[in-house]
């Protein structure tokens, strides 16, 4: 059964968990562009996505509002205070979420949550409790392949769907 929502971590995750800063004190962040074709599948089949992540970074905003990611929660202490609130707004249970996170702040929500991942490289204490651990570590294309994981799981066919949905090669990342 497909996920009526698709929710992710940011950092360790759609990043490889480093922060960059420059001489001023701005702190900047390396998205790899692999994971917004996990949205674009969401989006393809009406599943909303959305990113709940303990920083409150500027260049997540921007990077969730350039996909048209559903719903952003930054800065967010508790997860699963802010997903059970979701469900309730959305009117679904945590058994019809998908979450894909990798650390100490994803680990109760990640218990709470029966289609759960974690990127390889996240800590064994992660590993040893979500559902898949995917190949690809955070930062390089993590959550992308989560997204075909479900796909996969529920025998759609990539292609097909992009065949479908007449989008192959327009995609802009």
């Not at 800063?21 to 969401?42: H, M, P, Q, R, V």
């Not at 979450?99 to 992660?126: R, T």
């Not at 995917?134 to 796909?151: T, W």
Request: aromatic share 10%; net charge negative; proline share 3%.
């Amino acid at each position: 059964m497909l996920p009526k929502l698709v929710l992710t971590d940011i950092d360790g995750v759609w990043t490889d968990g480093g922060m960059y800063y420059d001489e001023k004190g701005n702190e900047f962040k390396k998205f790899n562009t692999y994971d917004s074709a996990g949205i674009l599948f969401c989006k393809l089949l009406n599943i909303p996505t959305g990113i709940i992540t303990g920083e409150s970074a500027d260049s997540v905003k921007r990077r969730a509002k350039k996909l048209n990611v559903d719903y952003v929660y930054l800065g967010v202490k508790d997860k699963v205070r802010i997903v059970m609130q979701l469900c309730e707004k959305l009117d679904i249970s945590l058994d019809e979420i998908a979450f894909i996170g990798d650390d100490i702040n994803d680990y109760n929500l990640l218990q709470k949550i029966n289609l759960n991942a974690c990127p390889n490289s996240a800590p064994n204490y992660i590993k040893d409790i979500v559902n898949w651990v995917m190949k690809k570590n955070g930062g390089e294309g993590a959550f992308r392949e989560f997204v075909e994981k479900i796909l996969e799981e529920n025998n759609i066919d990539i292609p097909e769907l992009l065949k479908t949905h007449n989008i192959i090669g327009k995609f802009n990342q």
